[in-house]
T-cell receptor, first 113, second 115 residues
């Protein structure tokens, strides 16, 4: 049973470009969460999605960031017009139900140059 | 506002001894608490959790204690092993709210276990 798969593991983007981060949840998991970890900080919740629905996006920056979890395929975290401050590790987690622990992927390290 | 705090950035312990990692929280709506372990360049790995209706949960070498009145929890690792060296994150959720997957994390404590 494969774990949560994130790709790419490392992503370099120039300022102003778009970044797309992908997350495939564990088999049987229908709940996906995105977190961001800035250098020297803990993980910060960004968004919680179920298939085709955004349940809670209270941690998402108001501009440039969006997330989706389509009926088919992985969840996508999209960052438009990236800036240096977007450089961070982005982690995806999934859970089977709302009442079970979430399991994390290995993360995507985004570097904006 | 830091709702979950791990005030010790690092902890150094001798192999075989007990490691005690501490965590404080301020949000009284938190009712489910978890500990995650993280190695460099990897994602957090779930270790152990505790519901607010309990004050202790044990799993092998790992025990989590919860003191609701003090809004404090701790993770005990006995005996500590060099492979336990990692960053440990305390996390909390309002399980009665959205879900256990929406977590508030502390800043982490770097545990180093010396052979």
């Amino acid at each position: 049973n494969a774990g949560v798969m994130q790709n790419p593991r490392h992503l370099v983007r120039r300022r102003g470009q778009e970044a797309r981060l992908r997350c495939s949840p564990m088999k049987g998991h229908s709940h996906v969460y995105w977190y961001r970890q800035l250098p020297e900080e803990g993980l910060k919740f960004m968004v919680y999605l179920q298939k085709e629905n955004i349940i809670d996006e209270s941690g998402m920056p108001k501009e440039r960031f969006s997330a989706e979890f389509p009926k088919e395929g992985p969840s996508i975290l999209r960052i438009q017009q990236v800036v240096r401050g977007d450089s961070a590790a982005y982690f995806c987690a999934s859970s089977r139900l709302t009442s079970t622990e979430a399991f994390f992927g290995q993360g995507t390290r985004l570097t904006v140059v | 506002d830091q709702q979950v705090k791990q005030n010790s950035p690092s902890l150094s312990v001798q192999e075989g001894r007990i490691s005690i990692l501490n965590c404080d929280y301020t949000n009284s709506m938190f009712d489910y608490f978890l500990w995650y372990k993280k190695y460099p360049a990897e994602g957090p790995t779930f270790l152990i959790s505790i519901s607010s209706i309990k004050d202790k949960n044990e799993d092998g070498r790992f025990t989590v204690f919860l003191n609701k009145s003090a809004k404090h929890l701790s993770l005990h690792i006995v005996p500590s092993q060099p492979g336990d060296s990692a960053v440990y994150f305390c996390a909390a959720s309002e399980a009665g709210g959205t879900s256990y997957g929406k977590l508030t994390f502390g800043q982490g404590t770097i545990l180093t276990v010396h052979p």
